[in-house]
């Protein structure tokens, strides 16, 4: 069966880098998501990518490798406003996506 | 912000009620998606519209039943639902399904509660 693991729940201090993982089991790999959801609120996309990179986008970077089948979420400076689930997502061989169930991120003073 | 809204943003109705829930995108999209996220549990895909076709229906019970006028709205129609059927449901849209980066935009979601 198809599947993607990241951790239920994480905690992290003000100011401090976190990171968030994600493997994958799927049919195939047309590029993996990554989306944050505050509560309540709507899916929001964070980042696409489909080739191993390292990618920033300000205080917000994902890694991926394609051989490891393994990603990752890099926050910096957290920010209170940074509590939130953050959710893989990796597009399969047939363009489906496959959702991991996401990590909620949990940012203390 | 989002191009995607919902509505309504809470329901809660009886197992007997008849109630619909409404999606509208103004990105100019193609293709709508009705999502079910429960706690704790990866998003699960219900359906799929492209240019106002159905394309996806991921053995979703027929007591939900979806209907999409055109490329801009989307609607689920629910009777009969049961307690388990609690939860947020999300609609997107995207350019069209598939291929290269097609990124889905989400709406904020209908919290059903089904009593």
């Known amino acids: 069966g198809q599947n993607i693991d990241q951790p239920t729940e994480m905690t992290a201090t003000e100011g401090a880098i976190v990171q968030i993982n994600c493997t994958y089991q799927t049919s195939g790999f047309n590029g993996l998501f990554w989306y944050q959801q505050h509560a309540g609120e709507a899916p929001t996309f964070l980042s696409y990518n489909v080739l191993d990179c390292f990618e920033e986008k300000g205080r917000f970077s994902s890694f991926l490798s394609l051989s490891k089948v393994y990603s990752y979420l890099l926050l910096k400076e957290l920010q209170m406003k940074d509590s939130a689930s953050y959710l893989c997502?990796?597009?399969?061989?047939?363009?489906?996506?496959?959702w991991g169930a996401g990590t909620k991120l949990i940012i203390k003073p | 912000e989002t191009g995607v809204t919902q509505t309504p943003r809470h329901l809660v109705m009886g197992m007997t009620n008849k109630k619909s829930l409404k999606c509208e995108q103004h990105l100019g999209h193609n293709a709508m998606y009705w999502y079910k996220q429960s706690a704790k549990k990866p998003l699960e895909l219900m359906f799929v519209?492209?240019?106002?076709?159905?394309?996806e229906n991921n053995s979703v019970p027929s007591r939900f039943s979806p209907e999409c006028p055109n490329s801009s709205h989307l609607f689920l129609h629910l009777h009969t639902l049961q307690p388990e059927d609690s939860a947020l449901y999300l609609c997107?849209?995207?350019?069209?399904?598939?291929?290269?980066?097609?990124?889905?935009?989400f709406g904020p979601g209908t919290r059903l509660t089904v009593l």
């Open positions: 519209y492209n240019f106002k076709e159905q394309t």
């Open positions: 997107a849209s995207s350019q069209v399904p598939g291929g290269g980066a097609d990124t889905q935009y």
């Open positions: 997502a990796v597009r399969d061989s047939n363009y489906q996506l496959i």
